[in-house]
């Protein structure tokens, strides 16, 4: 049960308000201005909390007290000295492809493959019954010399109707999460010149685009 | 240039913690402060925060994930201690790159943006590979690389790979006597503080080994005849008692019109302000050759709170009146944060310094009075071939500093030029209660007392 009271709670000992005593974890990691479930949050018995303290998931339920400690920590720290050259240049791209959208994004890795995430990124207008979500673009260490096909949503990315987009039907799990693959495909070369990287977002756009006016 | 100091036996830590791991990778924390200079930084880490397998949630040949908890545990250690945080790992492959990766660079985003503004203290990320160390370090722009990486101890240590030498016919033979000391000495920007007898010397001869850049310290001007005999670069020439010239300006002429390729930065200001202490704190060591106290104990806190090896040097001449010499006594002292410094070898004493600050009319009036010894300001006595032995073995000591056979060399020693003899001095180790042990690496956060610019022209 939710109780409505005022209480303050500091996380990253940053003073917190909240309307509510009991949240979950998501909610905490919005009201302290951490979008997504990209973060680790712990209960901290005080800042200098030798433990580093008790992990809460976003879907645990919370109940604050004034005055307790969280901490965040950031779900991208996988350090590793794999696919260097690959990752120097994928940086780059990465890098303009914020500095162009200013889009959350980050470069995660599992088994050798290599995943863009751009995270709470605008949908077009009316045409997916969400307005927002993180996108997924999946490639391997040989970018850019290697081509991205396709792109992924959260499994919420469909119709207004309630249908399932055309060919993207298929819910694929990566970096321990579900995903909706959008399977379209490019018409175009890809060119591994450049930044490719942005090529293949605006791929993903003009699609969209082509979309809301059929 | 951004430069971090590592304490030695930190670095044998966490070098031994990698190596257990390898071929995967390995990494931990170390606290991290910081000393800002005048134009980049010195980081200073020391204390590591060693993991174990459960601060893992991936470990591989070329992956490394830590969990949130080890993260935040040593956040929490951070914080207790009032610092900042460095990740050290390794790349123990050396078809890895040599810095960060790509992967590493993104982490070590994600994590400065995310525990940067919690933290009291900067926060950085080492590489430890085969070729060497490297690094960046989080500041408010984004991030920035780390220049040099050092291990202070006994000795320096460079972990970071040194740019390689344009070597002309200027150097063979000197290329011949030190080998890799050689470059390691050309790379070094080295503050001397006091340009009269002793400091000249030491400065013509840095110049002349090739270091890459001299930082001249010292507020006065030319306006004791005597010095002149001692003085390298000076001539009577440049006694002109209506506008005497600084000593700084008549050794930065002499020393740039060598001719050699080193850059020569004058500072005319007294060491125990702040603005001319961060001037220090851009070098790699520090050579110290001033008699006056309280100037000494400002520069003595660089060993220990900085991480930033001194070289002090002194003489003593055993002349009583007519009766003849008994002694030239030339004294060297390395001080680093492993060796004594000014305090415990009792080198410098806290009541000289008050008086040294206090304003002449009081120090005249307390003399009278018989509370103060006079003469805490008159010139000591001197003579050139004392001072120039102190500058060579001052010299001598830099080189045994950058050198592993350092490790077996006296961190104090006087040798008599009249005598032949020479003698370690006591004692060997800090003392264990002594103000240099409180605060060893803490920077700014425990930086010495300075004197205000006001109080001085006043």
């Not at chain 1, 987009?165 to 010149?193: C, K, L, M």
């Not at chain 2, 004594?340 to 008086?355: E, K, S």
Request: hydrophobic residues 40%; negative net charge; contains cysteine.
């Amino acid at each position: 049960m939710t109780t409505k009271a005022t209480v303050h709670v500091f996380v990253n000992r940053r003073k917190v308000e909240l309307e509510q005593t009991q949240l979950t974890g998501e909610q905490l990691l919005a009201a302290a201005g951490f979008q997504g479930r990209e973060w680790d949050l712990l209960r901290l018995q005080g800042e200098g909390d030798p433990t580093g303290g008790t992990l809460i998931m976003w879907n645990d339920t919370v109940t604050v007290k004034p005055g307790d400690h969280f901490r965040v920590i950031p779900g991208n720290r996988t350090f590793g000295a794999c696919a260097p050259t690959v990752h120097r240049e994928l940086a780059q791209h990465v890098n303009e492809l914020r500095a162009a959208t200013g889009l959350e994004i980050e470069i995660l890795e599992d088994q050798g493959r290599i995943f863009v995430l751009l995270r709470d990124a605008p949908l077009p207008a009316g045409l997916f019954r969400v307005t927002r979500s993180d996108i997924l673009f999946i490639t391997d260490q040989q970018y850019p010399l290697s081509a991205m096909d396709m792109f992924w949503t959260s499994p919420e990315v469909i119709r207004p109707d309630g249908s399932v987009p055309q060919g993207a039907d298929a819910i694929e799990t990566y970096v321990g999460r579900q995903w909706r693959r959008f399977s379209w495909h490019r018409n175009s070369i890809w060119n591994p010149a450049g930044n490719p990287l942005l090529d293949h977002f605006a791929f993903m756009e003009s699609r969209w685009a082509a979309e809301v006016r059929k | 240039m951004i430069r971090l100091a590592i304490l030695d036996k930190a670095v044998e830590q966490v070098v031994q913690h990698l190596e257990s791991r390898s071929p995967a990778e390995e990494g931990c924390f170390c606290l991290l402060w910081q000393g800002k200079g005048r134009q980049g930084i010195r980081l200073l880490a020391s204390r590591p925060f060693l993991s174990d397998p459960r601060s893992w949630e991936r470990q591989g040949t070329d992956v490394l994930r830590p969990s949130a908890q080890w993260v935040s545990a040593a956040v929490s250690r951070a914080i207790e201690a009032d610092s900042g945080l460095l990740f050290i790992h390794s790349h123990p492959n050396s078809l890895h790159p040599p810095g960060l990766s790509g992967a590493d660079l993104f982490a070590f985003d994600a994590l400065a943006r995310t525990l940067a503004p919690m933290l009291n203290g900067p926060f950085g990320s080492v590489v430890v590979h085969p070729t060497g160390w490297s690094g960046m370090v989080w500041a408010d722009t984004g991030p920035l690389s780390i220049d040099r990486i050092i291990s202070v101890g006994k000795t320096m240590r460079f972990l970071s790979s040194i740019p390689p030498n344009n070597d002309t016919d200027l150097d063979c033979r000197q290329r011949d006597a030190l080998g890799v000391v050689h470059d390691r000495l050309q790379s070094l920007t080295v503050a001397v503080v006091g340009c009269g007898g002793l400091g000249s010397p030491i400065a013509e001869q840095l110049v002349r080994m090739g270091v890459a850049e001299v930082l001249l310290i010292d507020r006065d001007t030319l306006d004791t005849p005597s010095n002149v005999r001692r003085m390298f670069g000076s001539t009577v020439h440049d006694l002109r008692p209506d506008h005497p010239k600084t000593k700084v300006d008549i050794l930065a002429d002499h020393v740039e019109g060598l001719g050699f390729d080193v850059a020569v930065r004058r500072v005319a200001a007294d060491v125990r302000t702040e603005a001319a202490f961060r001037r220090l704190l851009d070098s790699d060591v520090v050579m110290l050759a001033t008699d006056n106290h309280g100037s000494r104990a400002v520069v003595n806190e660089l060993a220990a709170v900085y991480l930033l090896p001194v070289v002090d040097a002194g003489v003593r001449v055993g002349a009583k009146s007519d009766t003849g010499l008994s002694g030239l006594i030339a004294e060297v002292r390395v001080l680093t944060p492993v060796t004594p410094c000014l305090w415990c070898r009792r080198t410098i004493n806290a009541d000289t310094i008050r008086v040294e600050n206090l304003p002449s009319e009081e120090r005249e009036r307390l003399t009278k009075e018989g509370y103060v010894v006079d003469g805490v300001d008159d010139p000591v006595p001197s003579v050139a071939a004392l001072t120039v032995l102190a500058s060579g073995m001052a010299t001598c000591a830099l080189l045994a500093l950058l050198s592993k056979e350092g490790r077996v060399t006296p961190s104090g020693y006087w040798f008599d030029g009249f005598l032949g003899d020479a003698l370690r001095t006591w004692p060997e180790e800090p003392v264990p209660n002594c103000r240099c042990r409180q605060n060893i690496g803490h920077g700014d956060n425990a930086s010495p007392p300075f004197v205000a610019e006001a109080a001085l022209s006043g």
